[in-house]
């Protein structure tokens, strides 16, 4: 008997969570890359805003690691077999191309944000990060009064959105008058960022700025730093408006970031994926806005604002 209501309970929930996918029916899914969760936050609120306000559900998913693409590809299957009818997606791998174009031939709409791989999508919000990159470089050049040595801690080859950030930089910071002495991967988890970045920065000797091009090697290095003295009058410059990152400005340890607009990313991405599965004309290419906050002006900066919730 007892066997009997084991096996009776095990069907009732197995059947409870086939049929709960069906609650889903004609929502959107909202994939993110992975890593930087503080930023990919910003892009959830930001994409269950335009939900409420669509009176739509959405589905935000995503790997833990940028450079998962199998992951991401489960991702994107997972979220598509729960009925959404659209998709907002940050590929982080040109593999994606190919599962768009799957997705479009069984009548779903894509849209990228964060980062543009090309392929069959029918809008982009993104970024500009290689005119980012150039202003951390011009930002920090004028901080260094055109002399210096810098460190440039890169994330992954295999990410484009802070490929372009570092190319960037390398511009605007080389063409400012500084020198950079060190160009090199710290890995696109924190963990692994941080175990390499101690050990890159701990041998580097006269070091008078740092780049760091996302929120995933930006907050790994502000805690090494704080271990070096003898980088403690280096001038750090990162990527994204995560809380620690803010404080670290705020306490004059870290010198400035670029901000993106990841809420506006999420809410831009979820009402042009709606547009589109209504059979409405979207804008193909929706270039977000990017701003330099340091000492100078994060005061007069709301936190809204540097998230992007306007």
Known sequence: MKIFLLQTSILAALALC????????????????????GFWREVQQGAQQAAKDLNI??????????????GQSSVIKSVIQWGCLGLVLAPNSADRKQDVK????????TVYIDRDVGGERVSVIKTQNYQAGILAGIKMAKALKGQGRIALLRMSKDVITTTHRENGFIKGATEGGLEIVFDGYIGS???????????????????????????STTLPTIKVLQN??????????????????????????MYGFITQKPFLMGYKGVVTAHKAMQGESVQRLINTETIFV??????LQGIKTLLGID
């Open 18 to 37: 086939l049929q709960s996918p069906i609650s889903y029916a004609n929502c959107i899914g909202v994939v993110t890359a992975g890593g930087g969760a």
């Open 57 to 70: 559900k959405v589905i935000v998913r995503g790997p833990i690691d940028e450079i998962n693409s199998k």
């Open 102 to 109: 799957v997705l479009k031939q069984q009548g779903i709409p």
């Open 189 to 215: 988890t924190i963990g692994k960022a941080r175990k390499n970045a101690k050990k890159l920065l701990s041998s580097l000797k006269d070091i008078n700025g740092i780049f760091t091009p996302n929120e």
């Open 228 to 253: 070096l003295p003898q980088h403690v009058n280096a001038l750090h410059i990162g990527f994204d408006a995560h809380d620690l990152i803010i404080e670290s400005v705020l306490n004059k340890s």
């Open 294 to 299: 340091s000492g100078e002006n994060i005061h």
